[in-house]
T-cell receptor, first 114, second 111 residues
Framework: DGGITQSPKYLFRKEGQNVTLSCEQN?????MYWYRQDPGQGLRLIYY???????QKGDIAEGYSVSREKKESFPLTVTSAQKNPTAFYLC?????????????FGPGTRLTVL | DAKTTQPNSMESNEEEPVHLPCNHS???????IHWYRQLPSQGPEYVIH???SNVNNRMASLAIAEDRKSSTLILHRATLRDAAVYYC????????????FGSGTRLSIRP
């Protein structure tokens, strides 16, 4: 089945530790995205990538880093510099980054900082 | 950046039509209007999108005002499975960075 997978579903981290969230897609999509969602809020864009080996900052990139070494993979690292990392993280992909394209979302990773 | 405004919550009866409004008074000429919906603890799901003309698909209809400053998502016959948070989103034609999620409308369906 084609789709987007995110792992793990739940993640606990101690303060001061970096943690990496996985996102994989087998839809052959060029564009991939990371969003953050806080309770009762909408989604905010962290980073996006339109093509392999290229990525751009979104609205709230501080404290996060990404890589795009393969078309199907777009991991997100939450660094210790992120002051309030507890949130629901969603990965998405689309065939391109244009305004007409549908984004397909993964099931999300819920990160809790202890 | 153009933003959207939606009511926080709405309630409807099962098997009746639902009209979900969205205001986007600062929309630019190249912004597409997208609607997604999200069930609890899940990723959002695409519903529909349009630019100027009204659009229909198997899930819903999108009615866009002539001046494009507002739009309405129409669910023709609500079911209990339609209970979700509905997001009205503006997307620029050429830039992925301009993705602004509105506050969303939490839709409840009464059996």
């Amino acid at each position: 089945d084609g789709g987007i997978t995110q792992s793990p579903k739940y993640l606990f981290r101690k303060e001061g530790q970096n943690v990496t969230l996985s996102c994989e897609q087998n839809l052959n999509h060029d564009a991939m995205y990371w969003y953050r969602q806080d309770p009762g809020q909408g989604l905010r864009l962290i980073y996006y990538s339109q093509i392999v080996n290229d990525f751009q900052k979104g609205d709230i990139a501080e404290g996060y880093s990404v890589s795009r070494e393969k078309k199907e993979s777009f991991p997100l690292t939450v660094t210790s510099a992120q002051k309030n990392p507890t949130a629901f993280y969603l990965c998405a992909s689309s065939s391109s980054a244009g305004g007409t394209d549908t984004q397909y979302f993964g099931p999300g990773t819920r990160l809790t900082v202890l | 950046d153009a933003k959207t405004t939606q009511p926080n919550s709405m309630e409807s009866n099962e098997e009746e039509p639902v009209h979900l409004p969205c205001n986007h008074s600062t929309i630019s000429g190249t912004d597409y209007i997208h609607w997604y919906r999200q069930l609890p603890s899940q990723g959002p799901e695409y519903v529909i999108h349009g630019l100027t003309s009204n659009v229909n698909n198997r899930m819903a209809s999108l009615a866009i005002a002539e001046d494009r400053k507002s739009s309405t998502l129409i669910l023709h016959r609500a079911t209990l499975r339609d209970a979700a948070v509905y997001y009205c989103i503006l997307r620029a034609y050429s830039s992925a960075s301009k993705i602004i999620f509105g506050s969303g409308t939490r839709l409840s369906i009464r059996p």
